[in-house]
Structure formats: C-alpha cells, structure tokens
C-alpha cells in the first residue's frame, strides 16, 4: 500500500473528532480501565452521543487516571486521579451543561479560559517539557494504527526515509542527534552496521528495562509502540537491514502483547514485509519477552539471551561490533527510536531540539513521580522541585541518585547541574532521597537489591557486593570499625576498574557517593553504635 491511500484510509476511519464531543481516559493501569469501564456505561445510560477514546499513560504518574472531556466549543477540561464513581458527574455534566468542576480539574487545554481552572501551560509538567520522545503518550490509542497515522503524523517519516538513499538516511540521523537519549553514539553503530559485509544483519530494540524504578521504555512501547516501531524500520534501512527484533520485559506480557498488536497492524497496512510503501526496503519484526534484570540490559548479555544462553556480559575488544548468531548487529533504546521517527516525520522537531532532551524518570521521596522529557539544560532542582512536586514540607533535598540503583549519588550542592551535562549524562533515572534518610540505610539497599542482579561472572563484582552488603549490614547494626569505611573506599575503587559491565562498574557508587558526601553519618554510626538520624538510643535493629 501507498502512504498516500494509509493517509486517507486513517483519516477516513477516524473522523474529525473535535467537531463532536468526545471524552479520553489516559493511564496504563487497572484504576484505567476501571474508570473507562464506568464511563462507557455512563455515556450509553445518558443516550448522548460522544466519542471515547483510549490512551496509554502520559507519564504524569500520580495524577492518573487522568480524563479529559471535550465539548465542541470550549476548552478540553482535564481531571485528574479520577473514580469509576465520579466519572458520571464530571464528565456528563460537563458534556451537557458546559459546567466544569474547577474543584476537581487539574486543567484546561485548547478553546479559552475558564473560571479558576489553570490552563495546561501554566502548569510545570507541561511548561517546562519538551515531548520528542515521549510526544504521543497519552493523547493517541496506542492500539489503533489510524489514530498515529491521522492524528500523529505516523508513518509519514518512514514513507519519506524508505524512498531515500541508506546513506542520506543516515546523515540526516546524525544531522539531528549527535547525542541520542542516553549518550550512545547511535549514528555510529548504524554506520558499522550498514558497512557490515554480511548476509544476515540485525537490530535489536532493548525495551526490558531491568530497573525496577525506570520507566521510560516501559511508557513509550505501552503508550506510542508504532512511534518506536517506525524508528526502527527508519534506522533499519538506514543500517541496511530487515531483521529486528523488539525485546520486551517478560514480567509484563500485557507490553509483548501490545507490541505485538501493533505489529499485526503493520502487516495489515504493508508497513511490514516485502516492499514497505511501495519501496524496496523490506523488513521482518519479532517480539521477544526478556525476564527483567539489571545484567540483562547490558547488550552482550541480551544478545546472548536471544542465542538461547544465560544473559551473561561478553568481554569484547574495543573495535569489534556485537553478534548475534555470529552476525552482525545493534542494540538500541526505545527512546532513541522514538526520536528517530520524530525527525522523519512529516511536521515536527526540528534536530537539534532533538538531541537537547531528555526523558527522566523522576521517583523517590518527591511528591509527584512521573516519567517526563525536558531540555537538557533544565537544572535537577527545577525537575524535583516544579514538576516532580518538591519533597515533604519541613524536608529539603538530601541528594539525588542518578542512574540508581547503582548510579552517582549527587548532594544538594549539585542539584543546578543540567540534566544533560557530562555528570549525569548516561543514565534517565533520578531517584530523590529527602533530609530524613539515612545514607547508610540508603546504601543498603541499594546494596541489596545488587545481590541479586550481579550475574557472578567476574570475582570484582560478585564478591565485591556481597561483601559491601555485609560491611553495611554491620555498620548499619552499630558493629562497625573504621576500618571498615576505609574497606568500603578500596573495595569500592576495585569494582569500578575490575568488573566487566555496567553492573559492577557503577554498584559501588551509591557507597562511595555516600562516603564522600556524608562521610560524618557513616563515622556517626561507627562511633555511636546508632543512626544518627534516629531520635533514639537504642542501637538498630537489623
Ligand atoms: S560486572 Fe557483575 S553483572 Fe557484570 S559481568 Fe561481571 S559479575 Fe556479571
């Protein structure tokens, strides 16, 4: 099929909705559809005639289910944390008397203002983003093809691409993205594959997310899959290859099957095959679910995973491309993928707005956490503190944990670092800890949830954390000497040089960050045999 018949087909299919009232409920989780659930009935007993839409989350976490009703005419009311109970209240009501319950909306959005109801851009979460990535999350059915056709510009970028040369595809990816998502050089890897001599080729999009605190891939194939699965078949033919495969966290088959949908709809429309819009770019794309874990992110590991092995690190030299089957292949983010589509797409950001943002998963001891893309040069504080809500009043910010569980651990003297500056550069996950935590207490458990993860492959990481978990165990149970602080530095400096992948590499930086930041607190518990962040005498307990 022709993009031009996709157009106008998904044009035809969806109608011109906002000359109709229509209501959208947004979130990815059971409150969702529960709330779907109720209105659905709401609107069939009421007898009017409104439209219903489903989306995925917009990362706006604790504000979800959020639902959004639009009555031809006015603004689009946005309510937030909504109950099956109320749907019938806020949402018929307003579609049949255009009477908001400004005590209930969060905001409005398009049409004028309303009475005591702030408008969506006045609020941080949307004022101080700027979605690429993230772009379509929430406001299109990520299981209906014609809704990212028609209304998102989907698909465009790829009927562009597929009719371009391979190496102008390319150029034009490098001309945009310099830096994509996480500090991966991904135009080079999509050069060395496209230079790769070889009959089989193939790319692999790494979506398992093995921390359970992040959420960014988890958001985008759930809420936009078609956004990523276009950046793929872009990046493909850019690389000269028609073999991908989309990895996906077993823990959630809801994701496989989600992607898998969309995947039937590619077939459906000619997006997937032989000859793609009419090109001679052909491709195949398979769903594999990974069981979720921290090693298994690393690409070799993954690789290996998909051979049919243990997810175990690979020691590789440093000019030699990765395998899979012994051919040539990349591994690349959903987010990077996301962008990628955003660059090709019919109307849209221009490059270097591309290269410039970020998508954070902000949680912790913050008032809001959410999954939000902004500017790079937007500062950490103003992440916590405006769109992630601040900490508890009568708290400040402790530190901040980036990359956590096994990232930097950055102190309040650091929080107008920019989210994309060199020091927090490679990893999208900050995690907040507020004045009343323990930073011994917070290396623990780090700690103990590495104990899991390290697949035990190399001695400085395996027995490294096992004996890190233990010296904080007995710091921690007042049983410590200072010794031990000197031991947790050496130990600490030994797993950063000796270990092999990221894992090992950076387990140790929550206790050196700790040591270094808040070494007092650390010799506290030594000297007094208690933490001093209790109000008590009695040792802890363990
Ligand atoms: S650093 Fe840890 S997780 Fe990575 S290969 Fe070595 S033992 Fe396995």
């Not at 872009?234 to 969309?262: M, Y």
């Amino acid at each position: 099929m022709h993009f031009d018949e996709m157009l106008m087909q998904a044009r035809a299919n969806r109608g011109c909705p906002d000359e109709h009232p229509w209501v959208r409920v947004s979130g990815g989780d059971d409150a969702t559809a529960a709330v779907r659930e109720a209105l659905e009935k709401s609107l069939r007993e009421s007898g009017m005639e409104v439209r219903l839409f489903r989306t995925g989350s917009l990362g706006w976490g604790d504000f979800e289910p959020l639902m959004t009703v639009h009555r031809p005419g006015g603004p689009e009311v946005i309510y937030g944390g909504v109950n099956p109970s109320e749907v019938s209240e806020l949402a018929i009501d307003l579609l049949r008397s255009g009477k908001a319950r400004a005590d209930r909306a969060l905001c409005t959005k398009g049409g004028g203002r309303l009475d005591n109801i702030p408008r969506a851009e006045d609020l941080p979460f949307f004022k101080l983003q700027n979605r690429v990535a993230l772009r379509n999350c929430g406001l299109i059915d990520p299981e209906d093809v014609d809704d990212y056709v028609a209304c998102a510009g989907g698909y465009a970028g790829l009927s562009k691409a597929s009719q371009m040369d391979q190496t102008a595809v390319l150029e034009m990816i490098r001309d945009s993205s310099s830096d994509n998502g996480k500090g991966c050089s991904l135009p080079d890897q999509l050069k060395v594959l496209a230079e790769a001599q070889s009959d089989e080729k193939y790319l692999v999009c790494n979506g398992i997310e093995g921390d359970p605190r992040a959420s960014v891939s988890t958001l985008l194939l759930e809420s936009d899959p078609h956004a990523v699965l276009e950046g793929m078949l872009i990046a493909a033919h850019a690389a000269r290859t028609g073999r991908l495969i989309v990895c996906v966290n077993a823990a959630q088959p809801e994701i496989a099957t989600r992607v898998g949908k969309a995947i039937e709809e590619m077939e459906s429309k000619g997006l997937v095959g032989n000859n793609v819009l009419d090109s001679s770019f052909s491709c195949s794309v398979k769903v594999r679910g990974v069981q979720p874990s921290l090693v298994a992110e690393e690409e070799t590991a993954l690789l290996r995973f998909l051979e049919g092995k243990q997810a175990m690190p690979l020691i590789r030299p440093e000019n030699e491309g990765l395998k899979l089957l012994g051919k040539p292949g990349i591994v690349l983010l959903p987010e990077a993928l996301s962008k990628i589509s955003a660059v090709f797409r019919e109307t849209g950001t221009e490059g270097n707005t591309v290269a410039a943002t970020r998508v954070v998963s902000l949680s912790g001891d913050i008032g809001h956490p959410c999954v939000v893309e902004v500017p790079g040069d937007t500062t950490i504080r103003t992440l916590v503190d405006e769109i992630g809500g601040g900490v508890a009043p009568g708290r400040t910010i402790k530190a901040v944990g980036i990359g956590t569980p096994m990232g930097k651990l950055l102190g309040s003297a650091d929080l107008e670092t920019p989210v994309a500056s060199g020091s927090v550069d490679g990893s999208i996950t900050i995690e907040v800890f507020d004045s009343e935590r323990c930073s011994v207490e917070l290396a623990r458990d780090h700690m103990a949830l590495l104990r899991k993860e390290t697949c035990g492959k190399c001695v400085f990481c395996r027995e490294g954390i096992l004996q890190m978990a233990d010296i904080l165990d007995s710091i921690a149970a007042g049983e410590g000497t200072k010794d031990d602080l000197d031991l947790l530095g050496t130990l600490g400096k030994a797993m950063e040089t000796g270990s092999i992948c990221f894992v090992g590499k950076t387990a140790a930086a929550p206790v050196l960050g700790g040591l270094e930041l808040f070494r007092h607190e650390y010799e506290a518990h030594v000297k007094d045999k208690r933490c001093p962040m209790l109000k008590r005498e009695t040792t802890v307990q363990v």
